[in-house]
């Protein structure tokens, strides 16, 4: 039975939560800094210095998570760089959605826009995903270690009756993570302007986890980036599509390998000869089949949002995945 957690992890969590703050508002404005001299210093415009910008950002970022607000030393520093660049991945493409639909579409300012979006993005993703990334098993100190060792067997010690049988789920009641997963989708796409395209293509997986605890956050996630092929019958020529994003589950402890729903945003660019090419986002919600530490497969479906070109290119989704791995 769980106990329920007191006053000093609350305080912790809430501490830990204001250092994080602290580290994601020096970041920022060493993103903010970085954008305005590359802007009206260097003479690029917003868009172009866009991505420079938050790579500086970034690396303020890493230092400040591992070292001062999950205090994450201990850690594996490759393990975490991993989980970090993969996490990165999808706030780079989140922060520079936002980016882009605030100048594109709103009177905001540049500076503006990139502190509003890049806040959002921390709070709803950014930080759930950092404290994965950096969690660092807890460490039985020394003195503990060796009276326990020491300690001689007791013949009347009660033995345990509660100790469990090897579960046949291999995600039950623990925590998987899995780097670098490759896979394939087949995808349907039906465009307002008349047609439907389908086709399949290739992806690639930087980070999933199945953390079937009783801690805060979704059980199960992932990051991926994915290229596809797609033709139809109504149009000459291939299209193309080519996403990042992710998925996060809707429950806390699933406690199973089967029916888990979920809900992501995926963002990218549509590439067709006869039609225009636009960047798009990509909102959905599906459930995986199963998820299996080697074999993961899923369903999902969406809207298929572009930032151009609405009446034409926008529509329904579908998309089914499979994802293997050896390791």
């Not at 605030?102 to 540049?110: E, R, S």
């Not at 307002?192 to 690639?204: N, T």
């Not at 990042?244 to 429950?251: D, H, K």
Request: with cysteine; aromatic share 12%; net charge neutral.
């Amino acid at each position: 039975m769980q106990r329920p957690l007191g006053l000093k992890h609350h305080l912790e969590a809430a501490t830990r939560f204001g250092r994080g703050l602290l580290v994601g508002g020096v970041a920022t404005a060493t993103d903010m800094l970085a954008l305005a001299v590359l802007v009206e210093l260097a003479g690029l415009s917003p868009q172009a210095a866009n991505a420079p910008a938050l790579l500086a950002g970034a690396v303020v970022q890493f230092l400040g998570c591992r070292h001062l607000v999950f205090r994450a030393e201990r850690g594996s520093l490759l393990k975490q760089l991993g989980g970090f660049a993969a996490t990165e991945a999808g706030t780079l493409a989140l922060n520079a959605l936002l980016f882009h639909a605030l100048v594109t579409w709103t009177p905001v300012p540049y500076i503006a826009a990139r502190a509003v979006g890049t806040f959002l993005v921390f709070i709803a993703f950014s930080y759930p995903m950092w404290r994965r990334v950096f969690r660092v098993a807890a460490v039985v100190p020394v003195a503990l270690a060796l009276s326990l060792l020491a300690a001689p067997a007791s013949a009347d010690t009660p033995q345990r009756d509660d100790v469990r049988e090897p579960s046949s789920c291999p995600i039950c009641d623990t925590e998987k993570d899995i780097f670098f997963m490759p896979g394939a989708q087949f995808v349907l796409f039906a465009p307002s302007g008349g047609g439907a395209f389908y086709g399949a293509g290739v992806s690639i997986a930087p980070m999933l986890w199945s953390h079937n605890t009783e801690e805060f956050g979704p059980s199960q996630g992932e990051l991926y980036v994915q290229a596809s092929i797609l033709s139809s019958p109504d149009y000459p020529g291939a299209m193309g599509l080519f996403e990042s994003g992710f998925t996060l589950s809707f429950e806390r402890n699933t406690h199973r390998m089967w029916g888990i729903p979920y809900f992501g945003l995926g963002v990218g660019g549509l590439v067709h000869e006869a039609l225009p090419d636009v960047g798009f986002a990509y909102p959905k919600v599906g459930v995986y089949v199963v998820w299996h530490p080697n074999v993961v497969v899923d369903l999902q479906g969406g809207y298929h949002f572009p930032f151009e070109h609405l009446d034409t290119l926008a529509g329904v989704r579908g998309q089914a995945n499979v994802r293997v791995s050896a390791w």
